[in-house]
């Protein structure tokens, strides 16, 4: 293994491009995408993806079509998740894209209030 400014170089390229392409931007905190959390283009986006990057205007061609997954879009571009979740978040701040959140799971229930209203509901109508 040779020691020098070269071996560290080789190490750190394949960083470079990631870096490149979100600009160095992070990921926004308002801007948090599940695997699931789906992504449509804009009616104007096809229009304005011209001037993106490459990276973005793929992910708005991608999803020009119809709603795809943020998994799906990260397995089309063959880029990382952390790095697709940037640019959804660049195309939505630029409404580019719409996005569609999952329906958050449901809290569980109290029983016993559960119970209270079959019972109110079994009297009030003869069950």
Do not use: C, W
């Not at 973005?56 to 998740?81: K, R």
Request: glycine content about 6%; proline content about 8%.
């Amino acid at each position: 293994m040779p020691d020098g400014p070269d071996h560290e170089l080789e190490l750190t390229s394949p960083l470079v491009p990631l870096f490149v392409i979100t600009n160095g931007r992070a990921l926004p905190p308002d801007h948090e995408y599940e695997h699931t959390t789906l992504v449509m283009a804009a009616q104007d986006a096809a229009a304005s993806a011209r001037t993106l990057s490459p990276e973005a205007g793929q992910v708005v061609a991608l999803v020009t079509e119809g709603f795809l997954s943020v998994a799906e879009v990260a397995g089309h571009t063959h880029l990382p998740l952390g790095i697709v979740r940037i640019l959804l978040a660049q195309l939505e701040e630029d409404n580019l894209i719409l996005v569609r959140r999952p329906i958050p799971r449901a809290e569980r229930v109290d029983r016993e209030l559960v119970s209270a209203v079959l019972e109110g509901l079994k009297n009030r109508f003869g069950a």
